[in-house]
Nanobody, 124 residues
Framework: EVQLVEFGGGLVQAGGSLRLSCAASGLSFDDYVIGWFRQAPGKEREPVSCIYSLEGSRFYVDSVKGRFAISSDGAKDTVYLQMDDLKPEDTAVYYC?????????????????WGQGTQVTVSS
């Protein structure tokens, strides 16, 4: 059974930092791209960042480039999202997701598995 469990959400002031963790089980990072998506109230779920462990490449949505960094620890089966210089518009529920490597784009429609989500709230 595949499980993705997120940790690390919370409330932070604008300009602050948070680090999200996604602990994965039941899958291999060789077979799946792990990504972070977010959904703000009244908006569609959108991709934030994905890491392609086999290639060593990363995707970031334009709005977080230079502020967020995704990384993975294969020994711990964990993917992290370091979020710096947070802005109120980053407020959302953040979801960890697993996308099959073959043909897997960092897109909502490509996701096979979702975590339960963790709330990130950035106050102004």
């Amino acid at each position: 059974e595949v499980q993705l469990v997120e940790f690390g959400g919370g409330l932070v002031q604008a300009g602050g930092s948070l680090r999200l963790s996604c602990a994965a089980s039941g899958l291999s990072f060789d077979d799946y791209v792990i990504g972070w998506f977010r959904q703000a109230p009244g908006k569609e779920r959108e991709p934030v960042s994905c890491i392609y462990s086999l290639e060593g490449s990363r995707f970031y949505v334009d709005s977080v480039k230079g502020r967020f960094a995704i990384s993975s620890d294969g020994a711990k089966d964990t993917v992290y999202l370091q979020m710096d210089d947070l802005k109120p518009e980053d407020t959302a529920v953040y979801y960890c997701a697993a996308i099959p490597v073959r043909g897997g784009k960092c897109a909502t429609m490509s996701v096979d598995y979702w975590g339960q989500g963790t709330q990130v709230t950035v106050s102004s």
